[in-house]
């Protein structure tokens, strides 16, 4: 059988091996740490269960239309108004079936075979297969460590040509954790009004920040970024919601029309239920949102402390998200291991540790941590982490 171009080109994920080893450990009875976790560890908020449950009952239970009720809409233009003082007409918006679905359709009404989408790398591992399955190229930019793992407007200028369509900027960054300053912002915006090109702004952990320098969206500089710049969130991490699966886009009337047209062949609509859920987590008590970060915070500086213990690792403190990005190149060069990928396996097979490697994200020297998981357990892989390489020097 011969199946199709576009998904023949797609990367398997570097991390099904490894997730697939600690799953037969876990069966077989071992006491195995998983770190790799993309998701807040808390059960939803009370408030939008029992929001979710009188919209089944009252029998909210049918289509809805394709871009999203119209109540979720102004909830989320309501929410860009009062967070960033941008302004969307509800032909702005568009609600998806979780923020992954939002970049899938925006690629897939943006670019033409050919065009290219300048991706940063470390970079989430979904950008480059959602734009190679719409024919167009990923140009992958190594955004050094030293600058933070974060792209400068000179690694920008030298990727830009005559095909780019757009620049991915993800801030608060999966897997690393950095988030731009407005001066940051404001200097690559300035390079991409220059050159026509339009800026997928991925914000889904907008939300999850511990410093006191607030997340600022590249929309909020000029009216110019704002035309620009498509924004992508969702409520999956800021709420802890997703398995809800509620994303959703802003920006260009033209182009989320697009999007509505094409969801409206795939997915015809996101699901009733979830969208009032999703409605109650914007309009309802932050309490608990404030709760997780919180815990996210204090998780954050124990385990970047015990990370910086471990002989061998170097990390980047991370300002949002739940994940931390050491770079475990000397630890396992003095571990005697090839990659970082064979360090990752032995550390799941001797101390049950499953971490993901970076490879997947194109940073082969990194792993990735999530701090999803109670204090007690991470504190306990970190004792297992320092064991396997001070047992390997």
């Given amino acids: 059988m011969e199946l199709a171009n576009r998904v023949q080109t797609l990367t398997p994920s570097s991390t099904l091996a490894i997730t697939a080893k600690a799953k037969a450990l876990k069966q077989e009875g071992h006491d195995v740490i998983g770190l790799g976790a993309g998701e807040p560890d808390f059960n939803t908020p009370e408030h939008i269960l029992e929001a979710a449950a009188k919209a089944m009952y009252a029998g909210f239970t049918k289509y809805t239309p394709s871009g999203g009720t119209v109540e979720l809409k102004d909830a989320i233009s309501n929410k860009m108004k009062k967070d960033h003082g941008l302004e969307y007409g509800p032909e702005q918006v568009i609600v998806t079936s979780g923020a992954k679905h939002a970049l899938f359709t925006l690629f897939q009404v943006l670019l033409n075979k050919g065009d290219e989408v300048i991706i940063p790398a470390p970079y989430w591992v979904s950008y480059p297969e959602q734009v190679k399955l719409a024919e167009g190229k990923p140009v992958v930019v190594k955004a050094k460590e030293e600058n933070e793992f974060k792209l400068t407007p000179e690694q920008l200028e030298e990727a830009i040509t005559d095909k780019t369509k757009a620049v991915i900027i993800n801030s608060p960054s999966n897997p690393t954790g950095v988030m731009y300053d407005k001066e940051e912002l404001e200097a690559l915006g300035k390079i991409c009004l220059k050159h026509n090109i339009f800026i997928v702004s991925d914000e889904i952990y907008e939300k999850l920040t511990y410093t006191s320098t607030e997340h600022i969206s590249i929309a909020e500089i000029s009216n110019d970024l704002k035309e620009s710049t498509i924004i992508v969130n969702g409520v999956s991490k800021s709420h802890s919601m997703t398995g809800w699966r509620i994303g959703y886009a802003v ?70 998200a739940f994940y931390l990005f050491p770079n475990v190149s000397k630890a396992v060069e003095m571990n005697g291991f090839d990659s970082v990928d064979e360090w990752v396996t032995a550390l799941l097979e001797e101390e049950k540790v499953a971490l993901v490697p970076g490879t997947g994200f194109g940073a082969p020297e990194n792993v990735r941590l999530s701090y999803a998981i109670s204090l007690d357990q991470l504190e306990e892989a970190a004792k297992r982490i320092k064991r396997f390489v001070e047992k390997h020097q």
């Fill in 251 to 320: 920006g260009n009337q033209q182009i989320i029309k697009a999007m509505t047209n094409l969801a409206s062949h795939s997915t015809s609509n996101p699901t009733s239920i979830a969208q009032v859920a999703a409605e109650a987590a914007y309009t309802q008590s932050q309490e608990k949102v404030t709760e997780m970060k919180e815990a996210f915070s204090e998780r954050l500086e124990k385990l970047y402390e015990w990370l910086l213990d471990i002989p061998g690792v170097e990390c980047v403190k991370p300002k949002g």
